[in-house]
């Protein structure tokens, strides 16, 4: 994984020096996704669509409302899992979440990963 990295970093050098550009954008579209059905799965069947849609406001923020509050903040994927074990209340109105202590850590992290992409359909 390091090797691809640097050999994908180099690439980006040597485009570069040669004068063809190359969007950050298009390079992390070579960057593994997050699972999206099965992210959608799992916020599916831990009721958290009950509360989010993926891009209108129902009880809760839109999951892409989340992603763009969210964006560039490199603590973002701790506090989102923190918040979805834990509940909180007061950053989005004065409903609170409520906690899903139950729900494992794993389905935590591809359902936060998903939100944080932006929730993509497909």
């Known amino acids: ?5 640097v050999a994908s970093g180099a690439l980006v050098v040597a485009l ?4 063809v550009s190359m969007s950050m954008s298009a390079f992390a579209a070579d960057q593994p996704a997050p699972a999206t059905a099965n992210a959608i799965a799992i916020a599916r069947s831990n009721a958290c669509m009950g ?3 993926v891009d209108r406001k129902l009880v809760g923020p ?4 989340v992603a763009q509050k969210y964006k560039g903040d490199a603590q973002a994927s701790a506090k989102l899992a923190k918040k979805v074990k834990d509940g909180g209340a007061g950053v ?5 979440m ?8 794993g389905d935590v992290k591809a359902v936060v ?5 932006g929730a993509p359909q497909k």
Do not use: K, T, Y
């Open 62 to 65: 839109s999951f892409q409302q």
């Open 92 to 96: 989005w109105g004065s409903i609170p």
């Open 1 to 5: 994984m390091f090797e691809a990295r």
């Open 51 to 53: 509360c989010h849609a």
């Open 98 to 105: 409520p906690s899903h202590p139950a729900m494992n850590d």
């Open 16 to 19: 570069s020096c040669l004068g």
């Open 113 to 117: 990963a998903w939100v944080l992409a």
